[in-house]
């Protein structure tokens, strides 16, 4: 039988942020030595991918990335220096500028997928060796306090 805990949420807050903080270095990482790609390259090509017709608004793109404009720009021109995506303005509105994901950006995220979930997943379930500084069932606690929240 599983042991109920009440956790208190900034506590859990905290582990949890803790928790995606050494996660993302570890795929940050392991992203740049295996791909040359950043984590957060790899998460607005993959918007990008997931997204109709392959585009999104940049303001759009640095919101769902967690990144301000000047960053998603700065982003945005190291993925064009790769060809991986371009801009291009909106035809209803010329101030809109929109990131599109090329071909070449698409197969890159296509191959880099299966390889990122394994990574991933195995830093999530090894976290105990990955990630010794973090007490485990802690940290399963807090997203668990969290999770419930989110059910709210």
């Known amino acids: 039988m599983t042991e109920t805990r009440t956790v208190e949420l900034s506590s859990a807050w905290t582990q949890a942020a803790a928790f995606t903080a050494a996660v993302d270095a570890k795929l940050g990482k392991w992203l740049t030595d295996t791909y040359?790609?950043?984590?957060?390259?790899?998460?607005?090509?993959?918007?990008?991918?997931?997204?109709?017709?392959?585009?999104?608004?940049?303001?759009?793109?640095?919101?769902?990335?967690?990144?301000?404009?000047?960053?998603?720009?700065?982003?945005?021109s190291r993925l064009e220096a790769k060809s991986l995506t371009y801009r291009d303005?909106?035809?209803?509105?010329?101030?809109?500028?929109?990131?599109?994901?090329?071909?070449?950006?698409?197969?890159?995220?296509?191959?880099?997928?299966?390889?990122?979930?394994?990574?991933?997943?195995?830093l999530v379930i090894e976290s105990a060796t990955h990630f010794p500084e973090l007490d485990v069932r802690q940290t399963a606690d807090a997203l668990r306090a969290v999770a419930e929240l989110l059910k709210n």
């Open 36 to 76: 040359g790609i950043g984590l957060s390259e790899y998460r607005a090509m993959n918007h990008l991918r997931l997204a109709p017709d392959k585009e999104l608004r940049v303001n759009e793109l640095a919101h769902k990335t967690g990144l301000n404009q000047s960053s998603m720009t700065r982003l945005l």
């Open 89 to 122: 303005t909106c035809p209803d509105d010329g101030r809109g500028v929109y990131a599109v994901i090329s071909d070449e950006g698409e197969a890159l995220v296509a191959r880099m997928r299966e390889d990122y979930d394994a990574k991933l997943r195995s």
